[in-house]
């Protein structure tokens, strides 16, 4: 009797750690905030080979996460200033004549979210990637959230290294003013967002100095991690690194962690300017 009840707590046991309890998130909404381009390929990616250059359009990746405790938003795009062919009051000329930004009002985070059903005061968290022009765009729209971003980050937003100071990729107005008061969870690595393993930031360094990704279990079963800008797209996956850096030794690092994840977990990775991977699942929900 006794050794059948110690077979009867183990089993239980077995089925606590298997339960869905640690896959929470509901389901998950692949937006976003317009398009950059048409521009070659070899822009964004000097490595890459003639034979393999191509003209792309390319997404601007925001995530509206639906978990039981909260709503996240993982990236908030362009400012909406940028909207319908403003780029140039929001954003150094160059990157408005280089990207081509065709963001329309519609595109942005707030129309996204009402556009599924939600509003921008119903957001608990807001993960930022990191403190690019494409990322942290819309912040200010969310000045009740929780704004989930690594310490690093936000000392090299304010205070970039030289070389990466005079191209307006940090663009001050988007973190200035209100934002320096917002309640911010100031990250040094990965986290558990509501501690049951569902929602988890993970620190990718290298494209910027406080680069981080999250990987998402849904209720089904998938496991999705969204790179957002550790891996632009496709090609960077197949050895031509992004020509953008802080760090090319951080950069490699994240990306081979981020294979690791794909490989050991049975994950599937979306990165965060891929033209095909978002001909084939933008504008989705994902369950
Ligand atoms: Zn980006």
Redesign the pocket.
């Known amino acids: 009797m006794r050794k059948l009840g110690i077979v009867a707590a183990l089993v239980a046991l077995l089925f606590t750690l298997a339960s869905p309890a640690d896959a929470q998130v509901k389901q998950v909404y692949w937006a976003s905030s317009g398009f950059f381009g048409p521009f070659p390929i070899n822009a964004l990616i000097p490595s890459v080979p003639k034979e393999k250059q191509r003209d792309v359009t390319i997404p601007?990746?925001m995530w509206i996460i639906d978990h039981p405790k909260g709503l996240i938003v993982f990236d908030t795009g362009n400012n909406n200033a940028v909207s319908d062919g403003k780029c140039k009051s929001h954003w150094a000329a160059g990157n408005c004549d280089m990207l081509k930004p065709s963001q329309k009002r519609e595109d942005v985070i707030d129309s996204q979210l009402k556009k599924v059903g939600y509003s921008a005061d119903q957001v608990k968290a807001v993960i930022t990637?990191?403190a690019?022009?494409?990322?942290i765009g819309n912040i200010k729209m969310f000045p009740k959230a929780v704004h989930v971003i690594q310490k690093k980050e936000l000392y090299q937003a304010w205070w970039p290294e030289k070389f990466q100071r005079d191209g307006g990729v940090f663009v001050v107005g988007d973190f200035d003013g209100p934002a320096r008061d917002f309640n911010y969870l100031e990250l040094n690595g990965d986290y558990d967002l509501f501690g049951d393993g569902s929602v988890t930031v993970l620190s990718t360094p290298g494209?910027t100095l406080g680069h981080q990704s999250v990987r998402v279990k849904l209720a089904s079963g998938k496991t999705m991690v969204m790179t957002?800008?550790a891996v632009?797209m496709q090609e960077n996956m197949d050895g031509y690194p992004a020509g953008l850096n802080y760090s090319i030794k951080d950069y490699s690092d994240s990306i081979t962690r981020l294979k690791m994840i794909r490989d050991l977990e049975n994950a599937e990775m979306y990165y965060?300017?891929d033209q095909e991977q978002w001909k084939a699942g933008g504008g989705k929900w994902y369950k």
């Open positions: 601007v990746s990637s990191h690019h022009l494409d990322h494209h957002q800008d632009w965060g300017h």
